[in-house]
């Protein structure tokens, strides 16, 4: 969480979109104004799951078999201009078209629901993803903006290889915005700056974990 903060505040000043790919084990996270104290019985229920807040917003998630996609896009971005509800859909429906190119069927959630769902996956709100034929939520984000850009954290569960689907994505984000002059892949990242290391203390602290 602390990782995708940081990308929000490093790329978002240079200007510049970043995506990040990453996966969870028997872990819950938590929206970014949700009350903690109120989860204590989902939290009971597997008691081994670690906890950790998100910079977003949103209901609980519970990562086990899901894949995260987070990026940045800078607020130089015509997208971020959008109003949030309108961004969350248009993001979906670019996801919905590379879930089907993957054999996935999906379609956007027109139905309003819980705009503010205790636990994300159980009260699909408007526009997200699910799968066709069904009220099976598969892929859920949250949204977080400031002056340098937005962060989004999307959250898919549809049974698919995280790097099958996010090539996918990037080549349809090439195709769709034309905006990348080059793209570099990084493994390594840069632990000793002090930005990131304010960051990461604060996320570990129980102080954020448990805040409200």
Not at 25 to 54: D, M, P, W
Not at 125 to 137: A, V
Request: glycine share 6%; charged share 25%; net charge neutral.
């Amino acid at each position: 969480m602390a990782m995708d903060e940081w990308m929000l505040k490093a790329f978002g000043y240079q200007q510049s979109y970043h995506m990040r790919l990453y996966s969870m084990k028997e872990t819950y996270s938590i929206g970014r104004i949700q009350k903690y104290a109120s989860l204590n019985g989902v939290f009971e229920q597997n008691s081994s799951y670690k906890i950790v807040r998100r910079p977003t917003g949103g209901g609980l998630v519970q990562h086990d078999d899901d894949f995260v996609i987070s990026f940045v896009i800078p607020s130089g971005e015509t997208l971020y201009d959008l109003k949030v509800i309108d961004l969350y859909a248009y993001l979906h429906q670019l996801f919905s078209e590379v879930l089907e190119s993957l054999q996935i069927e999906s379609y956007l959630n027109p139905n309003c629901g819980d705009s503010k769902p205790s636990v994300c996956f159980e009260s699909p709100t408007k526009f997200d993803i699910l799968r066709k034929g069904s009220t099976e939520k598969i892929v859920g984000s949250a949204i977080k903006k400031t002056k340098e850009g937005l962060l989004v954290q999307s959250s898919f569960n549809c049974g698919l290889k995280k790097r099958n689907f996010s090539r996918l994505f990037l080549d349809r984000l090439i195709e769709k915005f034309q905006f990348f002059e080059s793209v570099e892949k990084s493994d390594r990242f840069n632990d000793q700056l002090e930005s990131w290391k304010a960051l990461s203390e604060h996320y570990k602290s129980q102080a954020w974990r448990e805040k409200l």
